[in-house]
Each structure stands twice: as structure tokens, then as C-alpha cells.
């Protein structure tokens, strides 16, 4: 990361809840073997709704994370990425800090919807009883879960939401990086989380006609690029990563995922939900310019790819302009084929599979892929996992709003 | 059901305690860990249930367990046990 010429940034751990399993490796073999969580709503009625199906998380059990009592204050947003957090924290094998580190220690999370079920609870509540519990604002407070992380893990530097819509994962991620390039911070736990599946955001999505409502296919209604690919599908989650500035890193013994290289974002200045190809190229030239790169360097492209008719062919078009005659040279893969859309998690979980695609040299497929659309025709890994060096790769986020950003990462110390 | 048991019953759900370590003279800070949230939340909860009104200026009176059943009890209104 060029700007400023400061500290290099690094990733020492990864903690991911995704609708394919609880823990960073169980989600990334999912994925690696083509395994979606895309299925019917169990958790709750979802009569009178359009959609009925998304990304659940199974099995989760917030009390292996959570103290009983303190649950009362949260909403599951915060529940989700309080799991990630302690999981990430551990995969670092970082503990107690010491004062002088854990003043320039912090966390920035990107939430886009946030507490909205606990809104949902509220304003029953205030119809009947025509006053709210004392929780009712720390549930729905979207700000509340990066200092209930700090609280926890004992965060005592820099620390707030970050919110583009389903960009914020990405933007938490590159602007904590860029704190500990500039000295802000020596070390950042930055990530996103969300639960948006509840009945106000999926009647809200549906409404602008977002959402796929091929009930009757639920787990192979996400199909980025594919021909019948209608709307996009909700998945709940958290995904987090301990960056660290690589000195202090190297110095503890830390084992070293990837390296942050660059940040890239603009904004479309155009429409609320119709993108434009100007604005994610613009962030993915940014991003490759501040990781001081040829487009050439790049081996692989997390795309934001959302499985909706227009902003999937915007990214590929995008793509093919930022990279030239190179683009039918890199390969791109969706995670959000089989996981869903994590909303304000979404960047940050994929930021997460770029660096594991980078650490193991595999990239996952795109599920439900099977005849690209018109337009669509880059070098899409689909139908099985693919095994190939990738020193350095892009993942893109783009959201609601014209928002867009791309993170460059690469293995430490590589040629390029 | 009487007072106390009912109290005992919200206590232990909204703290997440044993309600066998609920007594008569339990501290509701110091010996049941409630923080002023908690405190708040259980006011609305007495309230809704006994359909009391406990005015911040009361709740500084109410220390123990026993003392919030005795502030419901002379207000003669027992919950509705519905």
C-alpha cells in the first residue's frame, strides 16, 4: 500500500461463520468442494413473503461465544460477529494484550442492516406496552458491535462501523489496513457481519426486486453469470481478520497468511441500485496501483458477482477493462454461488477466502454455474475446485448507493 | 403463586441465575450481579407483570429481593395469576 509509504500490513488469523459451517476451514472446504447452505427459512414464519429460502447459519450456538446473561444486550448481528472475532483472535493466537499494544489495537466492522430484527421487536413492543426495554437501543445500534468486540478481546485503540451496504466488509478491512500503514494501529480485527435474514429486510429486498424467489430451487437459485440467474440470495454470517503491521507480526512469531497490498474505492455518483462500470473499475485500478502492480500480476478475482442480471455483467465488462487482453488469463470465481449474499459481511468474508485461495493455492468454483449468459465470458472456474499458485489476487465489493472497492492481496514476500 | 416466588421466577430468567441462590435478602447488585440496565429491564418486567408503577425515586429503595415484594404487595395488587 503505497500512500503514505508507511507500515506493511499483514493477516495473521481468520475467523468465519458463513451458511456453510461454523469455523474458517470447515467453510472453506465447503466451498472448495462446491457444498452450498442455500435452503428453506427454518428460524422463522415465512408466510406472506415472496422469498422463503437463504443462507442460514446451522447449529449456531451463541452461548459458546457469549456469556447467557450479556446475550440479553444483543441482537444476533452482534452475536455473529462477536463468534468471528473470538475465532479470528484465536486462529492468531493472540491473548491478553499488553497496555501498550492494546492502546493501538482496535476493530472496525462493516454492518449494513444490522439490528433489524430487533426494530422488528420493538415496535410491537411500543404498540402494546407504549414503552421499550433499556436493550432495545444496544440491539439495534449497528455501532455496538465493534466496541461489544473490544469489550471482549480488550480493543483499546480505534473503533467504529463501518457502513457502505454490501461493500462494508471490504471498506472495514481496507481502511483498518490502511490504519496501521499510517500508525494508527498495530493491529486491527476487521471484518463484517450480518443478519438481514428476518422479514423486514427480505420484504424491503423484495420490494426493489433484488431477490430471487425461485422457491421451489432454493439451494441453486444463487447462479452468478448463469443464463437463468434471476436476483440475488440472502446469507447470514460474519467474517473477520487479524491484520497486523508485519513487523510486530514477524516479531511474535505469527503465522502469515497473505500480505494487504492495496485499497481501491470510488463511488458511481449515479443511481441508488443502477451500477455503472466506470465506478468498480475505477476501484480496481486503484487498488492495483496503490499495491504498486502490472494488472498482470493479478492470478485471481474474488468477484463481487451477486447472481442479478445487470450486475453481473457490469463486473465482467469491468473486469475485461481493467485488465485487457490479461483478463481471459485470470481466473474468477463467486463465492455468493454457495453461501448467499452476506450483505455487510459479504467483503470481508471474501476477502477472507481470497487470502485462503492465496495460503493454499485453490480456488473454489462457482456453483450453479452451468451455461454462462450472454456477455459473461470470462475465465469463470466452475463445475470443481482448481489447484494453481496465486501470488496475488482482487476481490471486489461493490454495493447499494454506487459504492465500490477492491483489495489486492499477495503472498508475503513475493516476486512480482 | 406468591410474590416472592413470581419475582424469583422473572429474577432467574432475566439474569440467568440459579433460582435457588434467589433469597428473601439477596442484594439485587451485589449478590445477583445486576448492572443499572438490568435493573431497568426488571422494573418494566415487575411493572407489566403486577401492573405496578416504580418510579425511579422508589427504585432506590428497592436493594433486595424482599424489599421489591414488599412494595408490591402493599400496593394490594398481587399479579392476576391468568
Known amino acids: 500500500m503505497k500512500a503514505g509509504a508507511g507500515h506493511r500490513v499483514v493477516v495473521t488469523g481468520i475467523g468465519l461463520i458463513t451458511p456453510v459451517g ?12 462446491g457444498r452450498g447452505g442455500i435452503a428453506p427459512i427454518r428460524r422463522f414464519d415465512t408466510a406472506g413473503l415472496l422469498t422463503r429460502f437463504a443462507g442460514e447459519i446451522k447449529d449456531w450456538d451463541a452461548d459458546a461465544f457469549v456469556e447467557p446473561r450479556k446475550r440479553r444486550e444483543m441482537s444476533r448481528v452482534i452475536e455473529l460477529a462477536i463468534g468471528a472475532s473470538v475465532l479470528a483472535w484465536q486462529d492468531a493466537k493472540l491473548g491478553t494484550l499488553s497496555p501498550g499494544v492494546a492502546d493501538r489495537a482496535g476493530c472496525v466492522l462493516g454492518i449494513s442492516m444490522g439490528g433489524m430484527d430487533a426494530l422488528e421487536t420493538a415496535f410491537t413492543e411500543l404498540s402494546v406496552h407504549g414503552a421499550l426495554s433499556p ?20 480493543l483499546r485503540g480505534l473503533n467504529y462501523t463501518a457502513n457502505s451496504a454490501c461493500a462494508s466488509g471490504a471498506h472495514a478491512i481496507g481502511e483498518s489496513a490502511r490504519a496501521i500503514q499510517h500508525g494508527t494501529a498495530t493491529l486491527m480485527v476487521a471484518g463484517g457481519s450480518e443478519a438481514w435474514v428476518n422479514r423486514v429486510c427480505i420484504a424491503a429486498f423484495n420490494a426493489v426486486k433484488a431477490l430471487s424467489v425461485n422457491n421451489d430451487a432454493p439451494e441453486s437459485a444463487s447462479r452468478p453469470w448463469d443464463v437463468d440467474r434471476a436476483g440475488f440470495v440472502m446469507g447470514e454470517g460474519a467474517g473477520v481478520l487479524v491484520l497486523e503491521e508485519r513487523t510486530h507480526a514477524l516479531q511474535r512469531g505469527a503465522t502469515i497468511y497473505c500480505e494487504v497490498l492495496g485499497f481501491g474505492v470510488s463511488n458511481d455518483a449515479f443511481h441508488v441500485t443502477q451500477p455503472t462500470q466506470d465506478g468498480p473499475e475505477r476501484a480496481m485500478r486503484m487498488a492495483i496501483d496503490d499495491a504498486q502492480i502490472e494488472p498482470s500480476a493479478v492470478r485471481y478475482v474474488n468477484a463481487h458477482a451477486t447472481s442479478t442480471a445487470l450486475g453481473d455483467i457490469n463486473e465482467v465488462r469491468a473486469i475485461r477493462s481493467v485488465f485487457g487482453t490479461h483478463a481471459d488469463a485470470v481466473p474468477v ?5 454457495m453461501i448467499g449474499h452476506l450483505g455487510g459481511a459479504a467483503g470481508a ?6 487470502a485462503l ?4 493455492g485453490r480456488l473454489h468454483p462457482t456453483a450453479n454455474l452451468v451455461q454462462p449468459g450472454k456477455g459473461c465470458d470470462l475465465d469463470f472456474v466452475m463445475g470443481a475446485a482448481r489447484t494453481q499458485d496465486v501470488p496475488v489476487a482482487l476481490s471486489n465489493s461493490f454495493g447499494f448507493g454506487g459504492t465500490n472497492t477492491s483489495l489486492v492481496f499477495s503472498k508475503m514476500d513475493a516476486t512480482l | 403463586m406468591t410474590t416472592f416466588s413470581q419475582i424469583q421466577a422473572i429474577i432467574a430468567a432475566d439474569l440467568r441465575v440459579d433460582p435457588a441462590s434467589i433469597q428473601p435478602r439477596s442484594s439485587l447488585v451485589q449478590d445477583l450481579g445486576a448492572d443499572s440496565l438490568a435493573l431497568t429491564e426488571l422494573v418494566i418486567k415487575f411493572e407489566r407483570l403486577f401492573k405496578v408503577s416504580i418510579p425511579d425515586e422508589a427504585l432506590r429503595d428497592l436493594q433486595r429481593v424482599e424489599d421489591v415484594v414488599r412494595y408490591i404487595d402493599e400496593r394490594g395488587l398481587q399479579a392476576a395469576a391468568r
Open chain 1, 22 to 33: 461454523i469455523g474458517t476451514e470447515v467453510t472453506w472446504r465447503s466451498l472448495l468442494e
Open chain 1, 135 to 154: 436493550y432495545t437501543l444496544l440491539m439495534a445500534a449497528t455501532s455496538l458491535a465493534s466496541s461489544q468486540v473490544a469489550i471482549r478481546l480488550g
Open chain 1, 333 to 337: 470465481s463467486a463465492s455468493k454461488s
Open chain 1, 349 to 354: 468474508v471474501e476477502a477472507a477466502v481470497t
Open chain 1, 357 to 360: 485461495s492465496i495460503r493454499d
